[in-house]
């Protein structure tokens, strides 16, 4: 409302109100950030903590709006459809990259539909069961998916989530297809998964390390190079005999293309506050990931990062054959 009253006062006084001055003043009514996953996972713990932050620097409210489904790609749509004037974005995941891929027909372009603001932080994948399901180790568990496909179920956030493009890459390094329970995140995933419905799945450290430190998941691999610091015990998954299987989520923060530059160029200011705010950091680093220095929480780092990525993941997508419409 604010915002509406402030453009009739401007156009009354100047008969227009031009593009810089908006900018200048913004923002000026609450900004909601469209997460597009459901509440309670990686992607929607990584937004709250980085709005609560930012909100404080931007002395605005920050709403975060839940739009899953479709892997991530409903979301991003309405925000590809969203007024570029700062006042709606989306925060996503590597998921951005790969539906540019896995997606036959997207109602949104990922490579031009968005003005990036900036990388927000990497984060670990690690495999986990329910606390009840047989396999103790990564070796018996690819032996026991082998031998139990049709019955055994991966839980994911649909096509075009991280966790479908790790469900993916572990079913192509074991040359099993299994059954796959989407869901519209891994909050509600993880609620399954914890309640014993779905078998297992690959999700962000930052909706699993609570988890395995509280004993309530099996936890087979980090698809990382080396150990977590916050997870020693818990083999990569090169040393449980999956070579070459080392990525991280990387989360990025958008507005819809055609935003003011000096507006995406102030959320990036106040997003480089947020990833250095202590409270950010030492919630960060429970969960087992760490802000992205400064120099990458910018337009152009996230830019780059999104096309080295979309062409980084095209020929194994292609090669895995996975597509939806
Ligand atoms: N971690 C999820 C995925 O991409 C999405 C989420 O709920 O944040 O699989």
Known sequence: MKRVFALLAGCAL???????AAAQDYPTDPITIIVPFSAGGPTDTVTRLVAESMSKSLGEQIVVENVGGAGGTLGAARAAKAEPDGYTLLLHHIGMATSATLYRKLPYDPKTAFAPVGLVTEVPMVLVARKDFPPNNLQELITYAKEN???VTYANAGVGAASHLCG??????????LTTVPYKGTGPAMTDLLGGQVDF?????????????????????????QRLGNLP????????????????????????????EAIVNKLSEALKTALADQRVIDRFAELGTTPVP????????????????????????????????
Not at 208 to 215: L, N, Y
Request: proline share 7%; glycine share 10%; with cysteine.
């Open 201 to 225: 799945m690959c999700d962000q450290t930052t909706n699993t390390t609570g988890q395995i430190k509280a004993g309530e998941v099996k936890a087979y691999g980090v698809f990382a190079d």
């Open 149 to 151: 496909k049709d019955a």
């Open 294 to 325: 400064a120099d990458r929480a910018t337009p152009a780092a996230l830019q780059d990062k999104l096309l080295s990525e979309i062409d980084r993941w095209k020929p194994v997508i292609e090669a895995a054959g996975e597509y939806a419409d």
């Open 168 to 177: 993916m890459l572990f079913m192509q390094a074991i040359e099993t297809p």
């Open 233 to 260: 015990d818990l083999p990569t998954v090169k040393e449980g005999g999956l070579e070459g299987q080392s990525f991280a989520i990387w989360h990025g923060l958008y507005a819809p293309a055609g935003t003011p």
């Open 14 to 20: 100047v008969g227009v109100l031009s593009a810089p």
